[in-house]
């Protein structure tokens, strides 16, 4: 909401800096409008022009807390496949990431997206698994587990089997956990994604991320979160 207050007070700006020099207030509307039109159309063509440059060019989307990154992903295209991050990969990224270095995470890609599993505690919702349903506090809490076998041991606690792992692989399982977990509020509790988009981070700051976040907050994490991590045929980096 703030970007369009902002943009109605520049032109109010406008239109009184024209009527203080023109003194006639049918040429201060005139000049005022035209201006409007002029940078409005300006600013829909840039956007458009970044909008697409989004949806076609790869995106880095990474799963992390405070200290590191947890889980990643590259999106090439048009959300057509996502390339999972192996841990030697993470763990470098881990490092840029503790450091703000968000060029070197970026590198040739178009946009980072970071999502932190902080932005996910005190849900208190229940979240469906293909194989069992499972409170999201206990779900957040094994996104934070670092060590392999300690969180392969406790997914089998919470009743996630293999079927559930993506191959075996803690990255991958820590997206399919996310998805799940965004999937719930979406369905359940959209009201608590007001919280949970204050907490993602866009690196950098596109044009078109700026018109994104005044949208619905539904329509963001839909299109730029989960669709991210479903993503389409999955590879793996």
Known sequence: MILPILYLIFFVIIFIILLKVTKILWKAILFTLVLFLLITGLTAYLIYKDANKLVKQDKLFLLANDQRVLAGGIITGEFEEIQYLNN????????????????????????????????????????????????????????????????????????????????????????????????????????????????????????????????????????MIKETIKGGQNGNI
Do not use: C, H, W
Request: proline share 4%.
């Open 88 to 223: 030697s990969i993470i763990n470098n990224y881990s490092y840029f990431y503790s450091t703000n270095d968000y060029n070197s995470l970026l590198t040739d890609k178009y946009l980072l997206i970071i999502l932190k599993t902080q932005s996910l505690e005190e849900l208190n919702l229940t979240v469906s698994t293909p194989e069992a349903t499972i409170p999201s506090e206990d779900l957040v809490y094994l996104l934070e587990i670092e060590n392999e076998e300690e969180f392969f041991k406790q997914a089998q606690k919470l009743n996630i089997t293999n079927s559930y792992y993506a191959g075996q692989d803690i990255g991958i399982t820590k997206l399919v956990i996310t998805k799940d977990i965004l999937d719930t509020i979406i369905k359940k509790d959209t009201l608590k994604l007001n919280e949970i988009i204050k907490e993602v981070q866009f690196y950098p700051d596109r044009p078109s991320i700026l018109i994104i976040k005044q949208m619905p907050l539904k329509v963001i994490l839909s299109l």
